[in-house]
C-alpha cells in the first residue's frame, strides 16, 4: 500500500515539476506585463518537438537541446513583438484572445514544420529504473527534478542579484515608476517573454523522454501550468511552483486511486475551486481583476 502511494508521489512530484515551470512562465510574463500568455504551453510543445526531431536526425543531444531553446526563445520574443506590442493599450480580454490566437497559429505551424506524429527522445542517462521502498523511480525523473531545481535557483539569482533582474522586478511592482527611473520597459517586457519560452522549453526538453511529444503535446501542459500558477497566486513565483507540485500530486493520486480518466480533469477543478474559494490563490495579493 505505502509502496503504491510512493509511486505516485513520485509521478506526481514529476508532473507537478514540468507544472511548476510552465506556472513561473505564466507568473513572469503576468509580472512584467499583466498579460495572461495561454501560449506557454506551445513554448513547452517547441522546445520538446526541435530538440527530438534534430536528435533523430544526427545532432548531438547537447547541441540540439540549445538550438531548441534557442529558438523558443526567438518565437517568445517574436510574440511579444508582433503580437502583443502592438495591442499594448488594448483591454485584458483582447490580449488574452491574441495568446489563444497565437496558441493556435503556433500548433499550426509545428504541424506544418514538423507532422502530427508522436516524436521520442532517449533518455538522458539510461531506463534502468530505481528502487526505492517498493516503488520505482525512472532516472529522467531525476534530471527533472534536478533541472526544475537548478531553474528555480538560477532565476531567483537573476531577479535578486543582477541588475537587469531587478529591473524586471521594479517593472512589476510599478511600470509607471520604473520608466520614470530610467528603465526600459520595452527591454524588460521583452526579456519577460524570452526568459517565459525558455523556461517552456526546458520543462519539454526534460520531460520528453517520458511522454514523448507532438505538435499538441503543449496545450494540457500549459493549462496545468496555469492552473499552477492561478493556484498559487497569479504572477507570485513561489506560488507557481508550489502550486505545480500541487497539482501534479493531485492528479497522479487521483489517477492511481480513483481512475486515469480523472487525470487531465483534476487542473480544472483546481482552478474552479480557485475561482470560487479563494480568488488570489494560496500566496497571491488580496483583491482580483474583473475581465
Same mark, same amino acid.
Given at each position: 500500500m505505502f509502496a503504491a502511494f510512493l509511486q505516485y508521489l513520485f509521478s506526481g512530484l514529476t508532473s507537478g515539476a514540468i507544472y511548476a515551470l510552465a506556472g513561473l512562465g505564466f507568473a513572469i510574463i503576468y509580472n512584467a506585463s499583466h498579460v495572461i500568455n495561454f501560449a506557454q504551453g506551445e513554448f513547452i510543445m517547441i @522546445?520538446? !518537438?526541435?530538440?527530438?526531431?534534430?536528435?533523430?536526425?544526427?545532432?548531438?543531444?547537447?547541441?540540439?537541446?540549445?538550438?531548441?531553446?534557442?529558438?523558443? !526563445?526567438?518565437?517568445?520574443?517574436?510574440?511579444?513583438? +508582433?503580437?502583443? /506590442?502592438?495591442?499594448?493599450?488594448?483591454?485584458? $480580454?483582447?490580449?488574452?484572445?491574441?495568446?489563444? @490566437?497565437?496558441?493556435?497559429?503556433?500548433?499550426?505551424?509545428?504541424?506544418?514544420?514538423?507532422?502530427?506524429? +508522436?516524436?521520442?527522445?532517449?533518455?538522458?542517462?539510461? /531506463?534502468?529504473?530505481?528502487?526505492?521502498?517498493?516503488?520505482?523511480?525512472?532516472?529522467?525523473?531525476?534530471?527533472?527534478?534536478?533541472?526544475?531545481?537548478?531553474?528555480? $535557483?538560477?532565476?531567483?539569482?537573476f531577479f535578486n542579484r543582477t541588475l537587469f533582474g531587478k529591473a !524586471?522586478?521594479?517593472?512589476?511592482?510599478?511600470?509607471?515608476?520604473?520608466?520614470?527611473?530610467?528603465?526600459?520597459?520595452?527591454?524588460?517586457?521583452?526579456?519577460? +517573454?524570452?526568459?517565459?519560452?525558455?523556461?517552456?522549453? $526546458? @520543462?519539454?526538453?526534460?520531460?520528453?523522454?517520458?511522454?514523448?511529444?507532438?505538435? /499538441?503535446?503543449?496545450i494540457m501542459l500549459g493549462l496545468k501550468g496555469f492552473s499552477a500558477a492561478v493556484l498559487g497566486g497569479l504572477g507570485n513565483g513561489t506560488g507557481a511552483i508550489v502550486g505545480g507540485l500541487i497539482v501534479g500530486i493531485a492528479e497522479a493520486l487521483a489517477s492511481g486511486y480513483l481512475s486515469s480518466a480523472y487525470k487531465d480533469a483534476i487542473a480544472f477543478l483546481i482552478i474552479l475551486f480557485v475561482l470560487f474559494f479563494m480568488p488570489s490563490g494560496l500566496f497571491g495579493k488580496r483583491g482580483t481583476d474583473r475581465v
Open positions: @522546445g520538446g !518537438m526541435a530538440t527530438a526531431t534534430m536528435v533523430a536526425a544526427g545532432t548531438p543531444v547537447p547541441v540540439a537541446i540549445a538550438l531548441a531553446m534557442a529558438a523558443s !526563445m526567438l518565437v517568445g520574443v517574436a510574440l511579444e513583438k +508582433f503580437a502583443i /506590442e502592438p495591442a499594448r493599450n488594448a483591454d485584458v $480580454v483582447t490580449i488574452i484572445i491574441i495568446t489563444i @490566437g497565437a496558441s493556435i497559429f503556433l500548433r499550426g505551424g509545428a504541424q506544418l514544420l514538423w507532422d502530427k506524429e +508522436f516524436h521520442a527522445l532517449p533518455a538522458f542517462s539510461g /531506463e534502468t529504473p530505481i528502487g526505492i521502498l517498493g516503488a520505482t523511480l525512472m532516472p529522467q525523473s531525476l534530471w527533472v527534478f534536478g533541472v526544475a531545481g537548478l531553474a528555480i $535557483v538560477v532565476l531567483w539569482w !524586471m522586478l521594479a517593472t512589476s511592482h510599478n511600470r509607471l515608476a520604473a520608466q520614470l527611473v530610467g528603465i526600459g520597459v520595452k527591454k524588460v517586457l521583452l526579456a519577460s +517573454f524570452a526568459l517565459s519560452a525558455l523556461l517552456g522549453a $526546458v @520543462g519539454g526538453i526534460v520531460v520528453t523522454p517520458i511522454t514523448f511529444t507532438n505538435y /499538441e503535446a503543449g
